[in-house]
């Protein structure tokens, strides 16, 4: 599936949590294509090996939204497994990376894509306000928080924040985001290390969370999961 387009969005998709998920992304890509309108977006949706059947709602929305296409496999991988499959698939000029329900908005994408478009830069590293961390369930706020201050004193990640969930990229960078290995939520260390490693221009834009979006705490499994995957990528 080769896309050609000024803009491709990868949005992975794994189990939605909310039962009114097909209009959630219906209402977010009309409120795009109209931000976009001047503009070849395209949008790739990465359904990573739901556990719920979501290819008739997906398909669904490609008859109302042809400029979306639809990649699913089986086995869940992992978020930075579905976003490196979406940008090895993908073919555009810039790239960006969120979650499906579009936790900081319609028009912090937009704006990602300005400065992507208007500052030559590689990479757009969206960086979460307070009232974001303010909005975490306490286990989550206390790992978020853990992670900058691991970030600093074991990555020297000075005033990067590595975890928000929206990133902008260059066709540079995303052959680097290509050469990540990590297939968890953490992958994002991965990418920006390498990214700092081969001295790329980074660009920095504030994000905030929408006043309707609610945030789940991670499951012990996913925890032990994720540390594992941060253990791996310390000692490499």
């Known amino acids: 599936m080769e896309q050609k387009a000024d803009l491709m969005i990868v949005l992975p998709i794994y189990n939605p949590h909310c039962a009114d998920w097909e209009r959630m992304i219906d209402l977010s890509l009309k409120k795009l294509f109209d931000l976009f309108k001047n503009i070849d977006l395209k949008i790739l949706f990465v359904n990573d090996g739901s556990s719920n059947n979501l290819d008739e709602g997906l398909n669904n929305l490609k008859i109302n939204f042809p400029d979306i296409d639809i990649v699913s496999y089986k086995k869940n991988r992992g978020k930075g ?10 073919m555009a000029k810039h790239y960006i990376y969120t979650d499906w329900d579009f936790p ?11 400065m992507l478009n208007n500052n030559n830069t590689d990479v757009v590293l969206g960086v979460r306000s307070n009232e974001y961390f303010a909005s975490l369930p306490p286990a989550r706020k206390l790992i978020s928080n853990g992670l900058r201050v691991f970030n600093f ?10 975890q928000a969930g929206i990133k902008g990229l260059s066709n540079n960078a995303r052959l680097i985001f290509l050469e ?11 990418f920006i290390k390498a990214v700092i490693k081969k001295k790329m221009q980074i660009s920095f834009i ?5 006043n309707d979006i609610s945030f789940n705490n991670f499951k ?8 594992g995957y941060f253990l791996k990528l310390f000692f490499s």
């Open 81 to 90: 497994y579905a976003i490196r499959t979406g940008l090895g698939i993908a």
């Open 104 to 114: 900081f908005g319609e028009v912090s994408v937009y704006e990602t894509y300005k």
């Open 153 to 162: 004193f074991w990555f020297g990640f000075k005033n990067v924040d590595t």
């Open 180 to 190: 990540t290995k990590t297939d968890g939520f953490i992958f994002e260390l991965e």
């Open 206 to 210: 504030n994000v905030s969370p929408r």
């Open 220 to 227: 012990t499994k996913t925890i032990v999961k994720e540390f």
